[in-house]
């Protein structure tokens, strides 16, 4: 039997700021004429709407109330709508809603970040205007939590678990809007004053330089850097000897691994210079003098972190900073926001240069030589450094030649120390990145060879061999690992310049008798799969022969070059600079170095002794063009592909 009334439209809920006019809507059918009367409930009181007897119900939102609406027909025959919500906003931004807004969800409050102990509630909150009203859904790491339909997400007891970053999104017919995310951190991290979501370095030491003096702290600066930061929990990558393409590349992709709450740290050894207050990293392939488009500036970088809103921004210079151009136009320097979290550690003081300390086959610059006592305080990053400041003060060497300077805007008492709290997404890999496995080979005569790889930075890596006990039938085996065919022409622009990362190897892996090792350095130019080959020359008992056997092995392009293959990346044309290979007796490598141990020795990063504390006669070098961004410079690297000039 047919309904005697039959509603054909329901009201519908909104969700409008207050003063918004809109209408509520209700339809019906029946068997005779209808008559329609609106209610209202406010706080648990229902009462009848004076005069809203009509099928709409016009509306200019005051407060949040409930409405239903009541259709009679001439038998008294009665029937209720939906109860429908009328949510309204006493507060929202300005501007808000647009001005030709059409009903789609609009956020206007967002969820907050939060710290929760361990099986204490978890609540966050959001709300969206609407018409009509959005529904929602809330996300934790990217997933879908399939009971999380409401504005309030509630977990009545947190576990460790939830920790995690959560957005949720507000939708109607008309689309869809996404709330900000937020990372909620349950547990371990309540009782800290301080965290990081992830600690993130970048270490850039150069050292060779082609139209420049050759510098040999940065390698070991690097070196004993990046064991420091990762005995800290940092990621880290480091890189020696970049030239401009490869510094912004570098730079890039350290700025896109960035995220809220991040400490991350910018170290750079080799040359540089400083002019009206801008602070610029000479690249290796940098003429004489230098070109405006040449050099890159630490302040842009600077700017860039801040952006991705780092919890702390650390800038290590261990560069001189020699005024140069004095009498060119004052460079324009955009100041940096006041968001309180940035330290620079300078070296040295304006116009002054940064000494390195030269003892033996191992060099450090004086900076690095007092860092790396304290880095590891668990105190104030800027009080840490005060600790440097003083004890390059104490040194005799450099007392009237070199003094550390310290600026910051640190609001906040963070250390490198302090614990790591991920936000929870998974945190894409940053680090020298993965050495290849290590395997054996077998020769025909049975003799078995392991096969081992070391990588000291991210882009130096060291293949090495170690004889297992030959078959009785083999006496008197050497081995040997040749250069690969596609590196013959391969011009080294000094053996000598290889010598510190030898010297490192060997005291990093003294414990193991290695018998021969390969180098490949500069694996950011590595352009194609190399095949290295091993040669074993050994005698045969029986016959009393000299005998030679190879094998070959292909050593994958992606991994050798890991750190600049990452996807995002075109790899730019690297022709002009080709990579340095070489190969040595591990046995002949402590033996690589030729200055003569004995009384340590001063040299500025200019290359002058420290006596004589010539200062530059490059005043004319030119500083870098104000007009050319740094992400203009990437853009247009990225774009280019092989054989392709970049800019």
């Given at each position: 039997m ?16 207050v ?8 339809r ?34 005051q ?19 939906d109860?429908?919500k ?10 808000l ?16 970040e939060?710290?929760v102990?361990?099986g ?21 790491n ?17 576990k ?14 008309h689309g869809e ?15 800290e004053?301080?965290f ?7 270490l ?9 003096p ?14 420091l ?18 510094m ?14 991040v ?8 040359h ?13 392939d ?22 991705q809103q ?7 210079l ?8 004095p ?15 940035t330290?620079y ?21 004086i900076?690095?030589?007092?860092l ?8 104030k ?13 104490r ?12 600026k ?8 490198l ?11 894409e ?6 050495e ?13 060879v ?32 040749c ?7 391969v011009?080294?622009?000094?053996e ?26 500069g ?8 095949i290295?080959?091993?040669?074993l ?9 000299r005998?030679?056997e ?19 990346y ?18 002949d ?24 504390s ?11 063009n ?22």
């Open positions: 047919q309904e005697a009334i039959v509603i054909t439209e329901q009201p519908i809920s909104v969700s409008v700021p003063g918004y006019s809109f209408t509520l809507r209700c019906a059918e029946g068997r005779t004429s209808l008559q329609y009367q609106w209610f209202s409930q406010y706080q648990s009181v229902c009462c009848q709407i004076p005069g809203a007897t009509k099928e709409d119900l016009p509306i200019t939102a407060q949040t109330q409930l409405y239903t609406c009541r259709i009679n027909d001439l038998y008294k025959n009665a029937v209720f709508s109860w429908v009328v949510e309204v906003h006493q507060c929202v931004a300005r501007g809603p647009p001005r030709l807004w059409r009903g789609e969800p609009v956020i206007v409050l967002n969820p907050t939060q710290r102990e361990v204490k509630p978890l609540q966050l909150q959001c709300a969206a205007m609407g018409v009509p009203a959005p529904s929602y859904q809330w996300y934790r990217g997933n879908l939590l399939e009971h999380q339909k409401k504005k309030k997400l509630w977990i009545t007891h947190a460790v678990s939830d920790s995690g970053t959560y957005l949720c999104c507000a939708s109607n017919s809007h996404w709330t900000n995310a937020v990372d909620i951190h349950i547990g371990t991290c309540r009782s004053k301080f990081a979501t992830g600690k993130i370095a970048l850039v030491g150069n050292n060779r330089y082609q139209h420049h050759n510098l040999m702290a940065p390698v070991t600066d690097v070196f004993e850097l990046s064991l930061l990762e005995q800290l929990g940092f990621q880290v990558v480091s890189l020696l000897d970049l030239n401009k393409a490869e912004v590349t570098a730079v890039s992709r350290f700025l896109q691994l960035l995220g809220k709450g400490y991350a740290i910018f170290y750079y050894a080799g540089g210079y400083e002019h009206s207050g801008r602070n610029y990293m000479v690249p290796v940098a003429p004489q003098p230098y070109a405006p488009e040449n050099c890159i500036s630490v302040q842009r970088i600077l700017q860039k972190m801040q952006q780092t919890a702390l921004n650390l800038i290590l261990d560069t001189c900073r020699k005024w140069y151009n009498e060119c136009a004052l460079s324009q320097v955009q100041p940096l926001e006041p968001w309180g979290n330290v550690g300078y070296a040295t003081s304006e116009d002054a240069e940064a000494y390195e300390l030269q003892d033996g086959e191992f060099s450090s610059g900076f690095m030589k007092y790396k006592k304290h880095i590891l305080q668990e105190k990053v800027t009080h840490m450094l005060e600790d440097v400041l003083e004890d390059i003060g040194d005799p060497l450099v007392t009237g030649k070199q003094v550390m300077e310290i910051h805007t640190l609001k906040e008492a963070r250390s120390t302090d614990p790591i709290c991920p936000s929870g997404a998974a945190a890999h940053w680090g020298r990145g993965h290849p496995l290590s395997k054996t080979m077998t020769f025909p005569c049975g003799v078995q392991e096969l081992c790889f070391r990588r000291l930075f991210s882009n130096v890596m060291y293949v090495c061999t170690k004889l297992q006990p030959p078959p009785a039938h083999v006496a008197d085996a050497h081995l040997r690992l250069r690969p065919t596609e590196m013959d022409d011009a080294v622009l000094k000598s310049c290889l010598d510190q990362v030898e010297s490192l190897l060997t005291s990093v892996y003294k414990q193991e008798e290695l018998d021969c090792v390969f180098q490949l350095c694996l950011q130019k590595i352009q194609t799969d190399v290295l080959q091993l040669d020359h050994y005698t045969q008992l029986s016959t009393k022969q005998t030679c190879s094998l070959q092995t292909t050593l994958q392009k992606s991994v050798l070059g890991q750190f600049f293959s990452q996807r995002n075109s790899q730019p044309n690297y022709q002009r600079t080709p990579a340095c290979a070489g190969s040595t007796c591990l046995q490598a402590s033996a690589l170095s030729t200055d003569p141990k004995g009384q340590a020795s001063l040299r500025t990063g200019s290359g002058h002794s420290l006596p004589s010539v200062p530059s006669h490059s005043s004319s070098e030119p500083e870098e104000d007009e050319s961004d740094l992400s203009e410079l990437c853009s247009a690297l990225l774009r280019a592909g092989p054989g392709q000039d970049y800019p």
